[in-house]
């Protein structure tokens, strides 16, 4: 069902029903006809509005077997994609896509209760996921969602927040809202970058992210001019953080989710980068030191987590190491000893692929290499031509490396990396 076609007070409706205890009567059956139907609509509802627990199912309208159904799809979905695990949640899609990934939000708690917070005014509350997190802290929140359906889900996620209905935008609201706040107290806010209304793309279905912070719901001017002396913001990857506000890119399985801004010295220095991999959470201070270039390639390339490259902090990832940088117009580094490092990919070097396509490919045949993968950095290529020209299939191992040094293309034979011991 489309939200962007239903009237408002029909979705507040539908929020109101789903909260409601027939609605939560009928969710656990949900999920099992979502999964027994194998995702189609049609038969999944026909089947809840027959197979719903006694006292529901008689009066489950299409409307409502749609919805709830909807929620059974989102919940396997934020499971899916995000990690969030907890059947208490309720979701809506463009809720969903915006969503902060537990263990990111439970770190940004973590650092506000250490910065000796107590309260936090979240004033995009949304579906309460990073109001859950605060809670979770033991924090205080007060949580404010200008959209009236949403409201009612954040209500529910986030029962022990105080929940508004109202926008946060409104300068008399706000004004109210702050002065129940302590001076090391936080106000929290996530600027909405994806108009649930604009064009979305082809591929992945989701609206295309807003790239002017003017543009942002609320816009990024209204976010630094709030008259307290602690704001954090979540924001796009790509902003930059203006003086003094401290910065924090995060990555989760080396994809960068969000950068987070603080209006106070929450962190020292005052960017870095937070790895978040099978080892856990691994901080990296930022500096404004850059490695020197290297005479020669190595016997290792690495890759640097691409939160690390955002918040400058390379050097402190490959303390103590022989790495250098492959070029200056490169993001790749190289040495002659591995490095073991949670941002940190190391890429034992086979041989430097030389001459043209064609000379290459015949090399390629001659190490018997059938099959790889293709990583293009810091050069306008695409690798599934690479890997065609090259008359390779796709496979994991080994890798070729498309990058630049010296201003002129470098293409290197590696091993796929190993994991950390």
């Given at each position: 069902?489309?939200?962007?076609?239903?009237?408002?007070?029909?979705?507040?409706?539908?929020?109101?029903?789903?909260?409601?205890?027939?609605?939560?009567?009928?969710?656990d059956?949900?999920?099992?006809?979502?999964?027994?139907?194998?995702?189609?609509?049609?038969?999944a509802?026909?089947?809840?509005?027959?197979?719903?627990?006694?006292?529901s199912?008689?009066?489950?309208?299409?409307?409502?077997?749609?919805e709830?159904?909807?929620?059974?799809?989102?919940?396997?979905?934020?499971?899916?994609?995000?990690g969030?695990?907890?059947?208490?949640?309720?979701?809506t899609?463009?809720?969903?896509?915006?969503?902060t990934?537990?263990?990111?939000?439970?770190?940004?708690?973590?650092?506000?209760?250490?910065?000796?917070?107590?309260?936090?005014?979240?004033?995009?509350?949304?579906?309460?996921?990073?109001?859950?997190?605060?809670?979770?802290?033991?924090?205080?929140?007060?949580?404010?969602?200008?959209?009236?359906?949403?409201?009612?889900?954040?209500?529910?996620?986030?029962?022990?927040?105080?929940?508004?209905?109202?926008?946060?935008?409104?300068?008399?609201?706000?004004?109210?809202?702050?002065?129940?706040?302590?001076?090391?107290?936080?106000?929290?806010a996530?600027?909405?970058?994806?108009?649930?209304?604009?064009?979305?793309?082809?591929?992945?279905?989701?609206?295309?992210?807003?790239?002017?912070?003017?543009?942002?719901?609320?816009?990024?001017?209204?976010?630094?001019?709030?008259p307290?002396?602690?704001?954090?913001?979540?924001?796009?990857?790509?902003?930059?953080?203006?003086?003094?506000?401290?910065?924090?890119?995060?990555?989760?399985?080396?994809?960068?989710?969000?950068?987070?801004?603080?209006?106070?010295?929450?962190?020292?220095?005052?960017?870095?980068a937070?790895?978040?991999?099978?080892q856990?959470?691994?901080?990296?201070?930022?500096?404004?030191?850059?490695?020197?270039?290297?005479?020669?390639?190595?016997?290792?390339?690495?890759?640097?987590?691409?939160?690390?490259?955002?918040?400058?902090?390379?050097?402190?990832?490959?303390?103590?190491?022989?790495?250098?940088?492959?070029?200056?117009?490169?993001?790749?580094?190289?040495?002659?000893?591995?490095?073991?490092?949670?941002?940190?990919?190391?890429?034992?070097?086979?041989?430097?692929?030389?001459?043209?396509?064609?000379?290459?490919r015949?090399?390629?045949?001659?190490?018997?290499?059938?099959?790889?993968?293709?990583?293009?950095?810091?050069?306008?290529?695409?690798?599934?031509?690479?890997?065609?020209?090259?008359?390779?299939?796709?496979?994991?191992?080994?890798?070729?490396?498309?990058?630049?040094?010296?201003?002129?293309?470098?293409?290197?034979?590696?091993?796929?990396?190993?994991?950390?011991?």
């Amino acid at each position: 069902m489309d939200n962007r076609l239903v009237p408002e007070t029909d979705r507040a409706a539908r929020m109101e029903w789903l909260v409601s205890s027939a609605g939560l009567q009928v969710r656990d059956r949900a999920r099992e006809v979502w999964q027994e139907a194998g995702g189609d609509p049609l038969r999944a509802s026909t089947a809840l509005r027959t197979s719903a627990p006694q006292g529901s199912g008689e009066d489950l309208t299409s409307e409502q077997a749609a919805e709830i159904l909807l929620q059974a799809e989102l919940s396997a979905l934020a499971t899916a994609r995000h990690g969030i695990a907890d059947d208490h949640l309720l979701f809506t899609r463009d809720g969903l896509e915006a969503a902060t990934r537990p263990v990111v939000a439970d770190h940004r708690a973590a650092l506000l209760r250490t910065s000796g917070a107590t309260r936090v005014l979240d004033l995009t509350g949304g579906l309460g996921l990073d109001s859950a997190a605060f809670l979770r802290a033991g924090l205080r929140v007060t949580a404010v969602e200008r959209d009236e359906a949403t409201a009612t889900l954040l209500a529910h996620n986030c029962p022990t927040a105080t929940v508004i209905h109202g926008d946060a935008t409104d300068p008399d609201l706000l004004a109210e809202l702050l002065r129940d706040l302590g001076p090391a107290d936080v106000v929290f806010a996530d600027p909405a970058r994806r108009d649930p209304n604009a064009a979305r793309d082809s591929r992945t279905a989701r609206a295309r992210p807003e790239r002017d912070p003017e543009r942002w719901s609320p816009p990024w001017s209204f976010v630094a001019s709030i008259p307290h002396p602690r704001v954090a913001a979540k924001v796009s990857p790509s902003f930059p953080a203006p003086a003094p506000w401290c910065a924090e890119w995060v990555s989760v399985d080396r994809t960068v989710v969000e950068c987070a801004v603080y209006s106070w010295p929450v962190i020292e220095p005052h960017h870095r980068a937070i790895v978040v991999s099978s080892q856990g959470l691994t901080a990296v201070p930022g500096s404004d030191v850059t490695l020197p270039e290297s005479p020669a390639l190595g016997r290792w390339l690495f890759e640097i987590d691409p939160a690390v490259v955002r918040a400058q902090a390379t050097v402190a990832a490959l303390s103590g190491s022989d790495a250098g940088r492959v070029g200056p117009e490169s993001t790749w580094l190289t040495g002659d000893t591995a490095v073991d490092h949670p941002a940190v990919r190391s890429f034992r070097v086979r041989e430097v692929l030389e001459g043209n396509a064609k000379q290459i490919r015949r090399r390629l045949a001659h190490l018997g290499v059938e099959r790889a993968s293709v990583k293009c950095r810091d050069v306008s290529a695409d690798p599934h031509q690479i890997r065609s020209s090259f008359g390779l299939a796709e496979g994991s191992d080994p890798v070729i490396i498309a990058t630049r040094r010296a201003g002129h293309p470098l293409m290197v034979l590696v091993d796929s990396p190993q994991p950390l011991t």
